[in-house]
């Protein structure tokens, strides 16, 4: 039984989970911030966009409040039935892609309006299109700044409990805490054959029996169950649905994200899952593309005189080439040359080989990792640009060549190949990447191993929507210099 005594041991054990406690409705709170935090970006992009379609402070604002009430209250409606408020247990990249599709939905429905009443002599469509398009980033921004600011604070997430087997309840529960912007908040384990008030790390573990008394108790309105067979779905949501408001099935995924796109069809009698593999749709492969050559050409012609100038400077602190090329296994297991900024000395293998033999900590570092933190082969100058990925920048024209995407799998060495094992059949799929989820999730801090199974997680969870959250998070990385060496 749940004890007053191990009630109250719980509670020391977990500051942030009595301090979570003030707020029972921790959904509704925030949700409500975001509401607040939508409608001034909302607010900012209407001004913003006034000033820019007339003279400056010329316009009096407050003859938009009618729109701005009207594009408030279809927006708050729309982000409501997307699931934005809050957007607990979405990926940042799905919640971009309804923001930018829900905020160009209720553009588009007030732009038809204003069509129709005549009433663009007082509201420009102008306006509403600077609006529109300063709302596209704003809001998702403000947002994300809005989150980091709360999960800094304490006040981001909801309480829920976790059942399952005792070491993968405590890998999950690791898991989202580590990952605060899915918005859970794991304060205890539940699991069969255990004694109440039992730990494991940071994580207290109750009996199931318990599990009822101890919501009631603690107010805890969400459980997370991992699910060991998709047969038993009916008969675990029975147990637990008079108990908890919301309740989220958890299945392993073993490393395997092919399940991502899961989508459930009610036929009445029958229910079905249907799984869409947005790698063999021709018309997304084709958007893809099309990102790929505009944003590189235009990168390209905007930054040559900068390309030039450090093409200059390598030459003139050592010798050779200012550019290295290197084979690489491409889409299909093709090779092509690697296109990057030379930072390393000409005799870089001669200096690696002496390194490597007379320090076997070198040897096991470049044997997990396949890099060198403090890589004696790499120049000055090679060492900032490495640091910043300023020697990426010439791979643009592979992309332009088609050999490689903006994003993807990172382009592996023909010497690496079987190191990557059975994932090698599934990254040989898709053009490699500049960057990719590799480079966000670690970089250089990350092993050889884990970075090929955030290739195939890649690959089996793409979207147009996940490019543009890395890409975007890719600005993030090289500012900070995170995993950079």
């Not at 949501?237 to 796109?261: A, C, M, P, R, S």
């Not at 492969?285 to 905007?302: M, N």
């Not at 966000?440 to 996940?466: C, M, P």
Request: glycine fraction near 6%; proline fraction near 3%; charge should be positive.
């Amino acid at each position: 039984m749940v004890t007053e005594k191990s009630i109250s041991d719980l509670k020391a054990k977990n500051g942030k989970f009595r301090k979570t406690l003030i707020n029972v409705h921790s959904r509704r709170w925030m949700g409500n911030v975001l509401i607040v935090t939508d409608m001034l970006s909302l607010s900012i992009a209407i001004f913003v966009g006034i000033q820019v379609r007339h003279l400056p402070f010329t316009v009096i604002v407050s003859s938009y409040s009618g729109l701005f009430l009207v594009l408030g209250i279809t927006i708050t409606y729309l982000f409501l039935r997307r699931g934005l408020y809050p957007p607990i247990g979405m990926h940042y990249a799905d919640e971009l892609r309804h923001i930018v599709t829900t905020t160009s939905m209720a553009f588009l429905i007030i732009i038809g309006v204003t069509f129709v009443s005549k009433t663009s002599v007082t509201y420009s469509r102008l306006v509403l299109i600077f609006t529109w398009l300063l709302c596209l980033p704003l809001i998702p921004f403000s947002r994300y700044i809005v989150r980091r600011l709360l999960i800094r604070l304490g006040l981001w997430g909801e309480i829920v409990a976790i059942v399952g087997d005792l070491h993968k309840t405590q890998i999950l529960a690791d898991y989202f805490k580590t990952r605060l912007q899915y918005g859970f908040l794991p304060v205890a384990l539940f699991c069969d054959h255990t004694s109440s008030g039992d730990t494991i790390a940071s994580w207290p573990i109750l009996p199931i029996g318990n599990i009822k008394v101890y919501a009631h108790k603690f107010l805890v309105k969400t459980v997370l169950i991992i699910v060991e067979d998709l047969n038993n779905l009916d008969s675990v949501v029975k147990n637990y649905n008079d108990t908890f408001q919301w309740i989220i099935l958890i299945k392993d995924k073993y490393e395997n994200y092919g399940l991502t796109f899961l989508k459930p069809l009610d036929f009445h009698d029958v229910l079905g899952l249907q799984v869409r593999n947005y790698l063999l749709s021709r018309s997304t492969q084709t958007l893809k593309r099309v990102v790929d050559i505009t944003l590189s050409f235009l990168v390209l012609l905007i930054l040559t005189p900068f390309l030039l100038l450090i093409a200059i400077i390598i030459k003139w602190e050592s010798n050779g080439d200012a550019f290295y090329r290197q084979h690489r296994l491409g889409k299909d297991g093709q090779v092509f040359n690697l296109l990057k900024f030379r930072t390393m000395h000409q005799n870089a293998e001669e200096i690696f080989k002496k390194e490597v033999t007379s320090n076997p900590d070198k040897m096991k570092e470049w044997d997990s990792h396949q890099k060198l933190r403090n890589d004696p082969r790499i120049t000055r100058t090679g060492r900032f640009l490495r640091r910043f990925s300023l020697d990426e920048i010439p791979q643009l024209w592979n992309v332009l060549k088609g050999e490689m995407s903006l994003v993807g799998p990172r382009p592996i060495m023909v010497n690496q190949r079987k190191m990557y094992g059975e994932t090698i059949k599934e990254s040989s799929r898709v053009r490699p990447g500049i960057t990719g989820l590799w480079q966000v999730s670690g970089r250089n801090h990350t092993t050889f191993a884990r970075r090929a199974k955030l290739d195939l997680e890649y690959i089996q969870r793409w979207s147009i929507w996940l490019d543009i959250y890395i890409m975007l998070k890719t600005i993030k990385v090289v500012i900070w210099q995170h995993g950079a060496y």
